[in-house]
């Protein structure tokens, strides 16, 4: 069965440092991977997402993450962390045609001003 | 505004109490999804509806029924729920099922429910 870890549950961070959550998932064949993110009291939304072609995927706000396929990781990057990006982030992937979306349990990150 | 909309945001039953889920999407698009969100767990999956024939029922217990009427409206009806039912319940919408469409989900903001 398909999974997805996220081994940091809470990160702190300062303002302006930089940040990276790890992501690992089980599949053996092809997928697809994304980032959703979750703001306080609002709904989850696509962060960025990796179908094909150039590993190193770039989203919303200055987030990438990059798809490493011999180390099954997609992990997320920001080179410098802002208080509004204090959020809780989903790894989720899709694993083969008409897989379904499955997520990680979720890293909440809390940035102190 | 995802154009996913769920009612009620907050909802507090007794585990006799029958109650309803009600989402509503705008986007046009086929599939419609629920999964549960608790606490220290991933999102679970618990039903998939793709053109209001549902294709996936993640072994949910029959306390939970989906409805989905037509592309545009799923419900979620509770009956005699337990207290560890209580949870954040996420309604989703996709273009299309086959994820090469998009690949993307959009979610509504959660109905919380506390059974007592």
């Known amino acids: 069965a398909q999974s997805v870890s996220q081994h940091n549950h809470h990160v702190i961070l300062s303002e302006a440092a930089s940040l990276e959550l790890g992501c690992n998932y089980s599949y053996g064949g092809t997928v697809n991977l994304f980032w959703y993110v979750q703001y306080p009291g609002q709904h989850l939304q696509l962060l960025l997402k990796y179908f094909s072609g150039d590993p190193l995927v770039k989203g919303i706000k200055g987030f990438e993450a990059e798809f490493i396929k011999s180390k099954f990781s997609f992990n997320l990057r920001k080179p410098s962390v802002q208080w509004s990006d204090t959020a809780e982030y989903f790894c989720a992937v899709i694993g083969g045609s008409q897989g379904n979306l499955i997520f990680g349990k979720g890293t909440k990150l809390s940035v102190k001003p | 505004e995802t154009g996913v909309t769920q009612t009620p945001r907050h909802l507090v039953m007794g585990m006799t109490n029958k109650k309803s889920l009600k989402c509503e999407q705008h986007l046009g698009h086929n599939a419609m999804y629920w999964y549960k969100q608790s606490a220290k767990k991933p999102l679970e999956l618990m039903f998939v509806?793709?053109?209001?024939?549902?294709?996936e029922n993640n072994s949910v217990p029959s306390r939970f029924s989906p409805e989905c009427p037509n592309s545009s409206h799923l419900f979620l009806h509770l009956h005699t729920l337990q207290p560890e039912d209580s949870a954040l319940y996420l309604c989703?919408?996709?273009?299309?099922?086959?994820?090469?469409?998009?690949?993307?989900?959009?979610f509504g903001e959660g109905s919380r429910l506390t059974v007592l």
């Open positions: 989703a919408s996709s273009q299309g099922r086959d994820w090469r469409d998009t690949g993307e989900l959009f």
């Open positions: 509806y793709n053109f209001k024939e549902q294709t």
